[in-house]
């Protein structure tokens, strides 16, 4: 599939697959969006409140909400596990062009996003004293983890891209991956996922969407 990187409105970088008609991330700006769906609503609920998250991402895509929560990690000294499912990682020269970092203005920012997209599949990467990432090749019908996680960003592409990815039996490997009390956060709020959501356990919570967006979703086991 053909990758065109396109700048959003806050002047991030996002990438655009025709094939599809989907963004990476919303129009309205991408990190703002990473910022409010899966930091605001999704780490900051669980931050400082026990000496170690763990924390799924469906669809790493850019890495851009990874390097965001490194950067929460090493912000407020907080451990993290990070795992993360992506079947079609972006090449070097598509990702080298993100310009994430210039914006963000954080020390250290270039080299951590460098560790994140440079680090070996399948095997636990320690990129910085706070945060380590594993990064699977692979589906995420293909995914089986047993409460394990305090958190999942749930980031694929939309339902009307992808329908196969928001199903009750996806939805059910989300909760079964959950520790009790775990969350999973969405920038979706159609009205037939949450209820898909409702069908495989969740308590579901309709919140304040990022600029451009009503509502977003977070589920709680």
């Known amino acids: 599939m053909t990758q065109e990187l396109v700048i959003t409105a806050d002047g991030s970088t996002s990438i655009f697959i ?7 991330h919303s129009v309205h700006g991408a990190i703002q969006e990473s910022k ?22 469906i669809g790493f895509g850019t ?28 090449p070097e020269n598509i990702y080298t062009q993100l310009n994430y970092c210039t914006l963000l203005e954080t020390n250290q920012c270039d080299d951590l ?20 990432l594993t990064k699977h090749r692979q589906n995420i019908e293909d995914c089986a983890f047993s409460e ?26 989300m909760y079964n991956s959950l520790k009790k009390d775990g969350i999973l956060v969405t920038y979706c709020a159609k009205g037939e996922v949450k209820r898909t959501m409702k069908k495989a356990g969740f308590k579901v919570e309709a919140l304040p969407g990022p600029i451009g967006k009503r509502e977003m979703t977070r589920a709680i086991k």
């Open 18 to 24: 025709a094939a599809l008609d989907e963004h990476y």
């Open 36 to 57: 409010h769906v899966f930091i605001q609503a999704g780490l900051n609920k669980k931050l400082n409140l026990q000496p170690e998250i763990s924390i799924l991402e």
């Open 63 to 90: 890495g851009l909400n990874a390097l965001l929560t490194c950067l929460e990690s090493e912000k407020y000294q907080q451990k993290i596990v990070y795992t993360a499912i992506e079947k079609f990682p972006l």
């Open 113 to 132: 996003f460098k560790k994140i997209h440079n680090s070996d599949w399948k095997i636990e990467n320690n990129i910085s004293a706070y945060f380590n």
């Open 148 to 173: 394990q996680f305090d958190i999942i960003y749930f980031d694929a592409f939309a339902p009307s891209a992808q329908p196969e990815l928001w199903t009750e039996i996806i939805f059910s490997s």
